[in-house]
């Protein structure tokens, strides 16, 4: 392989020769041209007649034999080089059409072999798969020198994608080269080394984009719909040209389409995990209806890490999984454990979305991004400069069911190096599809300073009511409430491709003081729900700034721990806390328990105006079940429960012997306990049907 890549330029340099010394025959045409199973759009064919180009909601202007430039995003560099754009101008049809892109196909096939822009074999491959396609339109009628021109750059650049690949191609793209070098080698037969590369290379390129249930390997959806869409382009090839189709490939596709179809939304588009955006549902299913004629979708992607949970009109889709490995994370969010719940067509909770401008596309990476808890300087994952991720939390999932309801229990390591405990999530989902229940925790932290977001996607509205917060959408009304402090705070929606202003809801702990435990319960139990203003919130699409809550402060060290050799004071005070956390759990349940201990009746549904002033947090349990959920303990802690443990057999022998002594005395007048941090709890519930 390092051999390889010292020889890449001159291997690139063969394979750019003229193929006219080569003393083979040149063929006149194509012996079979292939044909684009994807509509244009004609709009954007009639921009490029009058030169310009629309790209992801920007229109630039096209400078004849300019194909490249520093100030151009990478995204629409390789759009413009990759020639798609044909398909938009053989949709308008007309005759300006057929000459402009006879014209821009002629500017690109006389450009110096040696100054040709070939060094990405993906962006080759879309090329020449598009030149193929789109012969008949723009160069059948053509004059013999410039068809004559044609074929020789469809050899070169081919050959090109054979010097480069597999090295220089990664992900999806390499299904795009394959499909490329698939193509050349239908159009030009008598070339024998097209094919014979391509069969040698697609079936390892083909079988390692995906995991064992079909989910590509950089669980981004939106590389998935790419996957799949190329690989059915690939089986259009093979039946064009009558070439058997490897029994793996049928397989392996058959599980590819059906993990894309189980990352879908009722409403057809893709789910919001990783980097993916909606998607228009309409061009999803066409090249779903493509790929396969298969219906068949998978329950829960065991492998992917996706969990999907359906009940009557309701829909989540859980995050449940690590980051993508090494080498495929470029594109991997901090959004472990999040969810996304949608009822009928309507979503109502969701992540932000994904941007390819750097700023934004850096901000909708973290975790406050997501429906999900985050701290302000913490962050479950370490992103490099270079978009990879470098540490990955262990993540755990349990799903259940009984009589249609659903439970799921996640947990994460992400914050507990840090002080922050192991994120513990469980999400329960009615029968009927309307109660959805969940728990937010943080056993074994130490702090306080965390919140839970939902975010709300553009087309739910939000109203304040004395029982918590009405959410509707344009079919049904919702009621969230929550047992923590809730605020209604500004988002942005980047699942479409034009940023939309929104609203989260976000849940911070209600920790009384100690000092006043009697103000702070007052102030849980008037607590306010703040509602921003809408008008404050508009975005427009020129306007480059990220939102303040996705902006976080710097990451802080984790702490060293270090062991005690000598214990006095803290010896007395662990086991003060063994003795106070060694009370029985008394196995009553809270006054508000968003996920039952044991599985509920299917037709229980919980009672949805009452109970919400006095939700209250049982602290004594709370301190015990914390103190019973720590299996791992670092040696500190270890080292101060071991004397704790021998102090406790003393005392019980000699109690006299063992006092307190009065310096621990007068800290411990001094000093609270800290008390763990409570559970958030909170509920959606169904109050109105269509």
């Known amino acids: ?105 002629s500017s690109w096939i006389h450009i110096p072999a040696a100054e040709r822009q070939v060094s990405d074999p993906s962006v080759t491959g879309t090329r020449l798969t598009a030149w193929l396609s789109y012969y008949d339109f723009f160069a059948a009628t053509a004059d013999e020198p410039f068809r004559e021109a044609l074929i020789k750059a469809l050899i070169m650049e081919g050959r090109s994608v054979i010097a480069l690949m597999p090295e220089y191609a990664k992900g999806w793209h390499a299904l795009t080269a394959m499909k490329g070098l698939l193509g050349v080698a239908i159009a030009l037969p008598q070339f024998k080394e097209f094919l014979a590369c391509y069969l040698k290379l697609s079936p390892h390129l083909i079988t390692q984009q995906f995991l064992a249930d079909g989910t590509h390997i950089t669980r981004n959806p939106d590389h998935q719909l790419k996957a799949v869409k190329e690989i059915a382009e690939i089986l259009s090839f093979h039946q064009t040209a009558r070439l058997s189709i490897p029994p793996n490939l049928t397989a392996m596709t058959e599980r590819a389409v059906a993990a894309l179809r189980t990352m879908r939304h009722n409403d057809g588009g893709l789910m919001l995990f990783n980097g993916s955006s909606e998607h228009d549902s309409a061009t999803i299913e066409h090249i779903l209806n493509r790929a396969s004629r298969s219906r068949i979708m998978a329950s829960s992607l065991a492998d992917g890490g996706y969990t999907r949970m359906a009940s009557g009109r309701a829909l989540l889709i859980a995050d449940t999984a690590t980051c993508a490995p090494s080498g495929h994370d470029k594109t991997a969010h901090a959004g472990m454990l999040s969810f996304e719940f949608a009822s009928g067509r309507s979503r109502i909770i969701v992540n932000c979305g994904s941007s390819t401008q750097p700023g934004w596309n850096k901000a909708l990476r973290q975790a ?127 699942g479409t491709s034009q940023r939309q202003p929104t609203l989260q809801i976000v849940l911070t702990p209600s920790v009384p003081e100690k000092t006043q435990p009697e103000e702070k319960t007052e102030a849980v139990e008037n607590r306010e729900i703040l509602v921003s203003d809408n008008t404050d919130l508009a975005l427009t699409e020129s306007d480059d700034t990220v939102p303040a809550f996705l902006n976080m402060a710097p990451v802080s060290p984790a702490p060293q721990v270090a062991a005690e050799q000598q214990v006095s004071i803290p010896e ?37 105006f009452e109970g919400v002033t006095r939700l209250q947090y049982d602290h004594t349990r709370a301190r015990n079940h914390a103190a019973a959920s720590q299996t791992t303990l670092s040696r500190a802690e270890a080292t101060a429960a071991l004397h704790a443990r021998r102090l406790e057999k003393e005392r019980q022998i000699t109690p006299q012997d063992t006092p307190l002594s009065a310096e621990f005395l007068a800290r411990r007048g001094q000093q609270t306990q800290p008390v763990p941090c409570p559970p958030i709890k909170w509920a959606l519930t169904l109050v109105s049907e269509p």
């Open 1 to 105: 392989m390092p051999l390889r890549r010292w020889t890449r330029d001159t291997r690139l340099a063969f394979a750019m020769r003229n193929p006219v010394r080569w003393r083979k025959p040149m063929p006149e045409s194509p012996a079979q041209t292939l044909r684009d199973p994807w509509p244009g759009n004609p709009a954007t064919g009639e921009r490029l007649v009058h030169n310009q180009t629309y790209f992801e909601g920007v229109t630039r202007k096209l400078h004849y034999g300019i194909w490249d430039d520093s100030s151009w995003p990478e995204t629409y560099r390789r759009w413009l080089q990759s020639f798609e754009w044909l398909r938009d101008l053989r949709e308008l049809g007309a005759e300006s059409a057929r000459i402009k892109a006879r014209s821009l196909v």
């Open 368 to 494: 406050a991004a997501h429906s999900v808890l985050e701290f302000p300087d913490i962050s479950p994952v370490d992103i490099q400069k270079d978009g990879s991720i470098a540490h990955r939390p262990k993540i755990t999932a349990a799903q259940a069911s009984q009589s249609g309801a659903s439970w799921l229990h996640m947990t994460h390591d992400g914050f507990e190096s840090r002080g922050g405990g192991i994120f513990t999530r469980l999400l329960y989902l009615s029968a009927n599809g309307q109660s959805l229940r969940g728990e937010d925790s943080l056993p074994g932290g130490t702090r306080t300073d965390f919140c839970v977001r939902f975010h709300l996607h553009p087309n739910v509205t939000v109203e304040k009511t004395s029982h918590g917060l009405l959410l509707h959408t344009d079919e049904e009304s919702w009621l969230f409430q929550s047992d923590a402090l809730a605020t209604v705070e500004e988002s942005v929606y980047l």
């Open 572 to 608: 007395q005070e662990a086991l003060l806390s063994f003795a106070e956390n060694s009370v029985p759990e008394t196995g009553e349940e809270d006054d508000y328990a968003p996920i039952p201990r044991d599985p509920p009746p299917a037709d229980s549904i919980p009672t949805l």
